[in-house]
C-alpha cells in the first residue's frame, strides 16, 4: 500500500483546479491510487471504473508535478516531438501509450481540461457519452 503523500500549498492548488476539471465529467469521481489522487469514470461504490487522468507529485521519484493521461495511436510520440518540456513518456504506463503533461512548466488550464475529456471520453462507456454529448448541443 502507498502512503498518503502530503503537498505543497502550490500543488495543493493546482489539485483543486484539476478537481474542478475532471469531476464535472458525467460518471467521474477520484481515489488515491499508487498514493495519488486519480479520477476514474464509471466507478460503482468507490470501486472499479476506469482511469482517465492520474496525477503525480514526484511520482517515484521523478521530481515532476504532472499528470497522465491515455490518448489515442500515435499521440504520444507526436505530443512529445511538439513539446518536449511539457510532454512525457510517463514510466510503467507510457508503453501502453500513455502521456504525461507537466503542470510545473507553460500551464495552460484550457489545455488541460480538453485533455482530460479527451481522455473521459477515450474510456467512459459509450452510454454516457451519447448521454454526454446530446446535453452539450443544446
Known amino acids: 500500500m502507498h502512503p498518503v503523500k502530503q503537498h505543497s500549498r502550490r500543488v495543493e492548488r493546482l489539485l483543486v483546479r484539476l478537481r474542478r476539471i475532471c469531476l464535472a465529467l458525467p460518471e467521474s469521481s477520484e481515489r488515491l491510487s499508487h498514493g495519488e489522487p ?3 469514470v464509471g466507478a460503482k461504490n468507490g470501486k472499479g471504473g476506469k482511469v482517465f487522468v492520474s496525477f503525480g507529485d514526484d511520482h517515484h521519484g521523478d521530481g ?3 499528470i497522465t ?3 489515442e495511436p500515435g499521440a504520444q510520440a507526436m505530443l ?3 513539446d518536449p518540456r511539457r510532454f512525457f513518456r510517463p514510466k510503467y504506463v507510457g508503453a501502453s501509450g500513455w502521456v504525461g503533461l507537466r ?3 507553460d500551464l495552460d488550464w484550457g489545455e488541460v481540461a480538453e485533455i ?3 481522455s473521459w471520453r477515450m474510456v ?3 452510454r454516457v457519452v ?3 454529448e446530446a446535453q452539450n448541443w443544446k
Open 69 to 71: 493521461f491515455p490518448a
Open 80 to 82: 512529445i516531438e511538439a
Open 103 to 105: 503542470l510545473d512548466v
Open 116 to 118: 482530460a475529456e479527451e
Open 124 to 126: 467512459a462507456p459509450k
Open 38 to 40: 486519480t479520477f476514474f
Open 64 to 66: 515532476l508535478v504532472a
Open 130 to 132: 451519447a448521454a454526454f
